[in-house]
């Protein structure tokens, strides 16, 4: 197809198409001639995933490059891409003390990357906790801990596994998307724990 | 004490307390003359809840003021001061459809506000992932709402109950900031499901 069809079948502007096909976002198209190329349904897609993740899952321009790095590494196996595009996806968090952090991760008996960002995230929110004298009550960690090993598992077990491009997008997407989901049904979960205890015969 | 050794014993700055006096965010102290007013180990600890609120959980002063309120309502049930402070702590969410999140509520069969700030940030979470084209696979679904589920149970069955005040530190502090402990425990416990998928003898 030419980059005008490209274009209506996404909805994403010509200009902006160009612009991230200059950036090596999307891929070029076949060339017909010096001035005249053609896109195909792999354009499609990857200018879905490039939307999705600036749009929605609100990643930088680098960010996505990193992703979209991870699913065109040609000697990579699954876990390496996944890895890295986690990476990328991760934000950074300088901590100065992994200690805590790991404490908690040898606690749950969990294989993990001790130099990743994902620990380093963890490190920095416990961190927060310490600052603010807050101490996570032991059952409660407990709960965290369990239910964070329940839904990882069953994220993991649901990788679509058709194309490396697919397993990013879910992984990615899955990650980034689901987070503010699961914070939102936690809160909303909170209240219904609340009405239970508090208001027990639903007078209100 | 006296308004310096309540800046000693804090670590807040006298010119910062002043502020808080102003802002009523700290109740007056006794007036002992014109210029002299002397403060207490309730000041101490409203201090300390106060720079954890604006400075790890990052809320607003106008957010603090509310969350504090809470705990000052004259008339209030407990129930009715922690869905105060829950609100006063929720970022709003501008949305047209609360129908998909209701939905996923109903189908959790919890009891919830549908006018919260709560189900309002569901909603837009569930409307991010529809702009991205993202289907959580129907298992997946159930292991957050399971998951979401017991951590509140968990939660709401250890709020203190000694004072308001205790109450609402423990609900606000621990909904705020446990939010980015339970998200990087996620991606942490992903990798450890990700080594069990694709590299269960260990080899890496």
Chains 1, 2 share one sequence.
Do not use: C
């Not at 090596?24 to 897609?45: F, I, K, N, W």
């Not at 899955?174 to 027990?200: I, N």
């Amino acid at each position: 197809m030419r980059m005008s069809e490209l274009s209506a079948r996404t909805g994403v502007a010509v200009a902006t198409i160009k612009y991230y096909l200059r950036e090596e976002l999307l891929p070029a198209g076949r060339l017909m001639s010096a001035t005249q190329a053609r896109y195909d349904d792999a354009h499609v897609e990857r200018l879905r995933l490039i939307r999705a993740l600036l749009g929605p899952a609100r990643l930088s321009i680098a960010q996505v490059r990193r992703v979209l790095d991870a699913i065109d590494a040609p000697e990579a196996d699954t876990l390496a891409r996944l890895a890295q595009a986690q990476h990328a996806a991760s934000v950074g968090a300088a901590v100065d003390d992994l200690g805590p952090a790991e404490a908690v991760l040898a606690r749950a008996g969990w294989r993990f990357d001790p130099e990743s960002a994902e620990v380093a995230q963890l490190a920095a929110a416990l961190a927060a906790l310490a600052e603010a004298g807050y101490e996570i009550p032991e059952e409660n960690f407990t709960a965290y801990l369990d239910a964070a090993a329940v839904i990882a598992e069953t994220e993991i077990a649901h990788i679509p596994t058709e194309s490396a491009e697919a397993a990013i997008r879910y992984s990615v997407l899955g990650t980034v998307l689901v987070e503010p989901v699961l914070l939102a049904l936690r809160r909303v979960a909170q209240q219904d724990a609340a009405y239970r205890r508090f208001d027990p015969d639903g007078s209100r």
